[in-house]
């Protein structure tokens, strides 16, 4: 290695050292058996095919590895390193809700108070949705980017935030606020709305100056699609076991429920900061980690912004993020003081397995084999009309939506769930995967000459389609 190589790789390995009060950065990463087990997990993930990814991992105070991998900018043979900027989609929520708790904490927000009391326009439709129900996604209004052809037709476009709340505006509510538990990007987008309101900054700004700029995370960033931003990674998606530039997103739509970009360093450093107690208080983490409970007694897995839960006997908290081209995954295991972050600038790209299983490596227990990555087998022409049409899918709270399957030039697509033009992947016979939703299948139910419904598993309870 040269000298002038070694003192870049000196320099990129300090700026992404993990600065905190209780997480300090020690030494650079070694090529310890720990690492050794890491990068060849990384790597074979990229043959996926995976363009990027960008990995840290911190433990108690030493930082163990912070590194990237592959091409950050295919076209311009740009590598990515742990500088390297992607887009995080949902991990934004916590920011989101991190922000909301300060305004709690200042008494100028009250999780309990209705939120047409902010936002008199909300499409509550007359039913009492608390600031609660937003952060927990309890709140029963409908997700935007659930409505398929709806959400495809404006994907592209600078929408307003009333216009593009206007796009559900009109659909009743999925469940009573507060009964049901619905993963929904509508509630986070009103409660970016929110902090506008009362703060009178807008979303990108107040996150800058209250959390980026005092927290020093100097590579996080509200990531529209104008501003230069230095080391953005290119987003990629997968075709017939190809890389191809990823399909534009206006970064106006996911807004506070998730436009912005960072790097893993910055990531390990919120994470610390946020546990710490450095963002809000004690109290507050424990709202925003504290699942919430159901009338019925059950309880779910997520908080405020935040999922808790488990590997073998570890506590975690996590969040994942998908948005077009880029697939992120960032966990904290607090007993363990172990941060794994996992950026990825391919869709869809195994980041949260490879988060997992990093930190299996690091406690001590053996990985799980990652899942072959699904077959892209051609289709005929006479699968794809037995198939096509639209069906009513029914909903976890038993109301239905309808979702199309569409042939467009020998390319069937799903126009639902938050990915209106995903393209279906045969798998034979008559199972599909859907590029971007890495493990979920499509299992058609085909009698004679066409589909009379489908059966749509994504690891979970299985939600069954009929033909309209």
Not at 179 to 189: E, L, R
Request: aromatic share 8%; charged share 20%; proline share 6%.
């Amino acid at each position: 290695m040269t000298k002038s190589i070694r003192a870049l790789v000196a320099a990129i390995v300090a700026a992404s050292c993990i600065t905190t009060d209780a997480w300090a950065q020690v030494a650079p990463q070694s090529a310890d058996p720990i690492n050794r087990r890491i990068d060849s997990l990384v790597n074979a993930a990229l043959g996926g095919p995976v363009a990027a990814m960008s990995v840290v991992v911190v433990k108690g105070r030493d930082t163990l590895l912070t590194k990237g991998y592959g091409m950050a900018d295919i076209e311009n043979d740009v590598a990515a390193t742990p500088l390297t900027v992607y887009r995080i989609g949902s991990i934004t929520k916590q920011f989101t809700s991190a922000a909301v708790m300060q305004l709690v904490e200042a008494g100028k927000i009250n999780l309990d108070d209705d939120i047409t009391k902010y936002l008199p326009n909300a499409p509550t439709h007359g039913r009492k949705v608390l600031v609660r129900h937003l952060l927990n996604h309890t709140s029963g209004i409908p997700s935007y980017t659930d409505v398929g052809a709806r959400f495809g037709r404006v994907m592209r476009l600078d929408l307003t935030h009333d216009s593009l709340v206007a796009v559900i505006a009109n659909d009743s509510l999925m469940f009573e606020p507060g009964t049901t538990f619905y993963y929904n990007n509508t509630g986070y987008f009103l409660l970016g709305m929110l902090l506008e309101k009362v703060t009178g900054k807008p979303y990108g700004t107040y996150l800058q100056e209250k959390l980026f700029t005092p927290l020093g995370l100097t590579g996080t960033t509200y990531c529209g699609t104008r501003p230069i931003i230095k080391h953005r990674a290119q987003g990629y998606d997968v075709a017939r076991g190809q890389l191809v530039n990823t399909d534009f997103i206006s970064m106006d739509l996911p807004y506070a429920a998730g436009s912005l970009c960072s790097t893993v360093g910055d990531l390990a450093r919120w994470t610390a900061a946020l546990a710490s107690g450095r963002v809000v208080s004690p109290a507050s983490y424990r709202q925003m980690t504290t699942p919430v409970k159901l009338p019925t007694g059950r309880a779910m897995s997520y908080g405020f912004g935040l999922f808790a839960d488990s590997l073998a006997s570890h506590r975690v908290i996590s969040h994942g993020g998908g948005i077009n081209g880029f697939i992120s995954q960032l966990a904290y295991y607090p007993d363990d003081t172990l941060i794994v972050a996992v950026l990825a600038n391919t869709s869809p790209a195994p980041s949260g397995e490879v988060a997992t299983n990093i930190a299996r490596i690091v406690l001590g227990m053996p990985p799980v084999a990652a899942p072959p990555p699904p077959k892209d087998l051609a289709t005929t022409p006479e699968l794809r009309a037995k198939v096509v049409g639209t069906y009513a899918l029914k909903n976890p709270d038993g109301t239905t939506r309808n979702v199309e399957i569409v042939d467009s030039a020998g390319v069937l697509q799903l126009r639902t769930e938050g990915q209106p033009h995903a393209r279906l992947m045969f798998q034979g016979e008559t199972t599909f995967a859907i590029a971007g939703m890495p493990g979920a299948r499509l299992r058609f139910d085909v009698k004679g000459a066409r589909a009379e419904g489908f059966q749509f598993d994504r690891g979970g309870r299985p939600l069954e389609a009929v033909r309209r």
